[in-house]
């Protein structure tokens, strides 16, 4: 298309964007303008005489006299002798870097003929491509490589693909620091765009439009990788106690595969331990896969999540990633608090006696204000009855309220129930009984805002029903980790089929927007909820409408342990996300060698405010034994928040202390994991980012090729304008359109004039 255009025009569409229209011609306008008006009004004359009938009047209006005056309008554009005015560079008084892309993504394949890096050889080899010659004869070149920063190539013989990330930002960084002093015509980068680690393009890119600096862009790389499947993503918590069941979210994108059967597969240090057969979805649409894992004994464990290479794939490099989970042996606190000794009471304490890792704390009211306490760590613990202040409710971490009515607290203890939860970050359960949810008259309380469930529904007296009901799944609560008996999801609902029926519950059927319904059951009146969860504030809470499923352990032969496990697994999901006064984050619990780490820590006091005026030392323990201290700067934006970023030399497991001391008191202290590996992060989302690299092109006035197109770019570069730029004028009179449409006008109105007659 290019080529018609200049055939025609005489110059590359290129010029007519750089130059502006002039005319050299030394006649005036004026004098161009009387003689246009009287070649146009005598045509009119000559054409429209009262002598022709009324239709040769018609044709000629419309045909005739319009030739004639594109005639002249052509003729006068010759005369006026048009020209493209364009400003060029003096040869070699201007320099132009090349900036080559050597990281690893350079290394594909594409169409599995030739790798990127190798044809952008092939562009800069003299003895196959006149690139670079026409390049050499206009300006002084610059070679340069990039990856996650630019430095000087002194020979293309040392070229190699080898950059573990890209940083286009800090690349343009240091060529506009290195020749911001030198006559610099243009920046031209040879590169595929897979740009992973830049943070915020715009700035310098900004500062190359104010210097008048261009970008161009020679495009490696086809747009997608014809077939590829990549896993994107993996990620768990961070850490769980030890015996627990924990789910991995994996993100998954296909190109080629829509529609086909893969497995996902699980393994720790090579052992396959959980696998999953996943249905991939259509051409480049991300999706999402959940797959348990249950971590076995203590300590950091490291999986790698992948899909088996499938068959004509180009990249394999990207179908795995790595997560770590931190199986910490710790005790958090649950206080359980009962209105009434019963069978639920009894057996739920027994069901969490062996776990070991679940300090369960009960108040058994027995009457009155007197209770009995089970668990408690000292002879003053909960001698008192339920917290009165919330540094005695925060040290908890979950809270469980059994069959006692709202009337029990007083109105500061129900908002510090409803503020333990979504401030502190606890976890909260109401189990079901005759005095819980509507029969304990919560609807107006504090605790029914935070409950998963629509209280209400029934008045008091009437929601607590004596019929048998069976605990039946519903699709989440066949994924989810509160009921999961056993990994295999066939014979988790199996093991849920056989379980007897329950007899008392609360009847309540709604549940609140966002929240997630894992059993339900049915009876003569309708269908109505067993169990349910949701997010509330920075906490969790769950309502379990059932006041016997101890019926699953006493009618149940003595070997099932499915009570026992329902309830470890619902209490460690219950304060499975409660955070410590010192907690810490990282934004990534695997990262590459030489790639920095952001690390969060979030403090606070025995009430959970905030504190902002802590002193937070992290120690950083490297494979080797080395220790570095990395002092945390308090976040102002963030009220307790502190961070840091810390950037890992060696491979292995890094373990992070922290501690935070306030006026020479502790006010806590916590550790964490992280994986330092060879993540691969250039085979992801491998394909040329075509959008970035013409966004690039257009912000800075450069031009955007691919590697077919790059040979015209040292012509287009000389045609700059700068303050020491040539004026040039490029005639334009001449244009072979010019002279064919002249010619074509005349043979239109000789053939009118022809038809007509006249000729």
């Keep these: 298309m290019e080529s018609v255009f200049q055939f025609l025009f005489k110059y590359r569409l290129f010029l007519f964007q750089k130059g502006h229209l002039t005319f050299e011609s030394s006649l005036s306008p004026w004098s161009m303008l009387l003689l246009g008006l009287g070649v146009v009004s005598y045509s009119t004359f000559l054409y429209f005489s009262p002598s022709v009938s009324k239709a040769q009047r018609t044709l000629r209006r419309g045909i005739l006299v319009t030739a004639r005056v594109l005639i002249f309008l052509l003729i006068l554009f010759a005369l006026l002798r048009p020209a493209l005015h364009v400003s060029t560079l003096l040869p070699r008084q201007h320099m132009a870097v090349l900036l080559i892309d050597n990281s690893k993504s350079m290394s594909i394949p594409d169409a599995g003929v030739q790798t990127r890096i190798d044809a952008v050889k092939h562009l800069l080899d003299t003895s196959q491509s006149s690139f670079l010659p026409d390049l050499e004869k206009r300006f002084r070149i610059q070679l340069c490589t990039f990856s996650r920063g630019a430095k000087k190539l002194d020979s293309l013989e040392g070229l190699q693909a080898e950059g573990t990330g890209t940083s286009l930002e800090a690349a343009l960084e240091d060529i506009l620091r290195e020749f911001e002093s030198f006559p610099l015509a243009g920046l031209i980068i040879l590169t595929d765009g897979a740009d992973n680690l830049s943070k915020n393009l715009q700035p310098v890119l900004g500062r190359y439009q104010a210097h008048n600096i261009p970008i161009h862009v020679v495009a490696v790389g086809?747009?997608?990788?014809?077939?590829?499947?990549?896993?994107?993503?993996?990620?768990?918590?961070?850490?769980?106690?030890?015996?627990?069941?924990?789910?991995?979210?994996?993100?998954?994108?296909?190109?080629?595969?829509?529609?086909?059967?893969?497995?996902?597969?699980?393994?720790?240090?090579?052992?396959?331990?959980?696998?999953?057969?996943?249905?991939?979805?259509?051409?480049?649409?991300?999706?999402?896969?959940?797959?348990?894992?249950?971590?076995?004994?203590?300590?950091?464990?490291?999986?790698?999540?992948?899909?088996?290479?499938?068959?004509?794939?180009?990249?394999?490099?990207?179908?795995?990633?790595?997560?770590?989970?931190?199986?910490?042996?710790?005790?958090?606190?649950?206080?359980?608090?009962?209105?009434?000794?019963?069978?639920?009471?009894?057996?739920?304490?027994?069901?969490?006696?062996?776990?070991?890792?679940?300090?369960?704390?009960?108040?058994?009211?027995?009457?009155?204000?007197?209770?009995?306490?089970?668990?408690?760590?000292?002879?003053?613990?909960?001698?008192?009855?339920?917290?009165?202040?919330?540094?005695?409710?925060?040290?908890?971490?979950?809270?469980?309220?059994?069959?006692?009515?709202?009337?029990?607290?007083?109105?500061?203890?129900?908002?510090?129930?409803?503020?333990?939860?979504?401030?502190?970050?606890?976890?909260?359960?109401?189990?079901?009984?005759?005095?819980?949810?509507?029969?304990?008259?919560?609807?107006?309380?504090?605790?029914?805002?935070?409950?998963?469930?629509?209280?209400?529904?029934?008045?008091?007296?009437?929601?607590?029903?004596?019929?048998?009901?069976?605990f039946r799944l519903t699709p989440y609560g066949r994924t989810h980790l509160v009921t999961r008996l056993s990994l295999d999801e066939n014979e988790n609902e199996k093991r849920w089929n056989s379980l007897p029926l329950l007899g008392e519950f609360n009847w309540i059927s709604a549940a609140k927007p966002g929240a997630i319904v894992l059993a339900s059951g049915y009876e003569t009146k309708g269908n109505v909820i067993l169990l349910a969860a949701h997010r509330y504030g920075r906490g969790r809470a769950m309502a379990f409408t059932a006041a016997n499923s101890w019926l699953w352990q006493m009618e149940m032969p003595h070997t099932d342990d499915s009570h026992e496990i329902f309830w470890r697994q619902t209490l460690r999901w219950l304060v499975g996300s409660a955070p410590d006064p010192v907690e810490l984050e990282f934004d990534r619990g695997v990262v590459g060698a030489d790639e920095p780490l952001h690390l969060s820590v979030e403090v606070n006091d025995d009430s959970f405010h905030?504190?902002?005026?802590?002193?937070?030392?992290?120690?950083?323990?490297?494979?080797?034994?080395?220790?570095?201290?990395?002092?945390?700067?308090?976040?102002?934006?963030?009220?307790?928040?502190?961070?840091?970023?810390?950037?890992?030399?060696?491979?292995?497991?890094?373990?992070?202390?922290?501690?935070?001391?306030?006026?020479?008191?502790?006010?806590?202290?916590?550790?964490?994991?992280?994986?330092?590996?060879?993540?691969?992060?250039?085979?992801?989302?491998?394909?040329?980012?075509?959008?970035?690299?013409?966004?690039?092109?257009?912000?800075?006035?450069?031009?955007?090729?691919?590697?077919?197109?790059?040979?015209?770019?040292?012509?287009?570069?000389?045609?700059?304008?700068?303050?020491?730029?040539?004026?040039?004028?490029?005639?334009?009179?001449?244009?072979?359109?010019?002279?064919?449409?002249?010619?074509?006008?005349?043979?239109?109105?000789?053939?009118?004039?022809?038809?007509?007659?006249?000729?």
């Design 610 to 759: 905030k504190v902002n005026d802590a002193e937070v030392m992290t120690a950083i323990t490297s494979p080797n034994g080395k220790t570095t201290d990395l002092p945390l700067r308090w976040i102002v934006k963030k009220d307790g928040g502190y961070s840091g970023e810390f950037k890992p030399a060696d491979q292995g497991t890094y373990r992070v202390h922290v501690r935070a001391v306030r006026q020479d008191k502790e006010v806590g202290k916590t550790e964490g994991f992280f994986l330092v590996t060879d993540n691969h992060l250039e085979f992801y989302n491998a394909g040329q980012n075509k959008d970035l690299l013409r966004r690039i092109t257009s912000e800075t006035g450069g031009r955007y090729t691919t590697l077919a197109g790059a040979g015209n770019l040292p012509e287009e570069m000389t045609y700059t304008n700068r303050p020491n730029s040539l004026p040039q004028l490029l005639p334009l009179w001449d244009m072979p359109v010019v002279f064919m449409s002249l010619c074509l006008l005349l043979l239109l109105e000789w053939a009118g004039r022809r038809k007509q007659g006249l000729a």
């Design 222 to 470: 086809e747009p997608e990788i014809k077939k590829d499947i990549e896993v994107m993503q993996a990620s768990a918590p961070q850490k769980i106690l030890p015996g627990s069941i924990t789910t991995a979210t994996v993100s998954l994108k296909n190109h080629g595969y829509s529609g086909e059967n893969v497995v996902l597969e699980v393994r720790e240090e090579g052992k396959l331990v959980h696998s999953k057969a996943v249905t991939l979805a259509r051409n480049n649409e991300a999706q999402t896969v959940e797959i348990n894992i249950a971590p076995k004994g203590k300590g950091l464990k490291s999986y790698t999540v992948s899909v088996p290479p499938q068959a004509n794939e180009t990249l394999i490099l990207n179908n795995s990633q790595n997560l770590v989970i931190n199986v910490e042996d710790t005790k958090p606190k649950i206080l359980y608090l009962e209105g009434t000794p019963r069978w639920e009471f009894k057996f739920i304490r027994e069901a969490l006696q062996p776990d070991k890792n679940i300090q369960l704390m009960s108040l058994l009211r027995t009457s009155g204000n007197k209770f009995y306490r089970q668990g408690v760590e000292s002879e003053g613990n909960l001698a008192a009855g339920f917290p009165v202040s919330k540094e005695e409710l925060f040290q908890y971490k979950g809270l469980i309220l059994g069959s006692v009515e709202a009337s029990f607290f007083s109105s500061e203890q129900l908002k510090m129930v409803s503020d333990f939860v979504s401030e502190r970050g606890g976890g909260f359960l109401m189990l079901g009984g005759k005095h819980s949810f509507d029969e304990g008259k919560y609807a107006n309380t504090p605790i029914a805002d935070l409950l998963p469930v629509v209280l209400g529904q029934r008045e008091s007296g009437k929601s607590f029903v004596t019929e048998p009901v069976r």
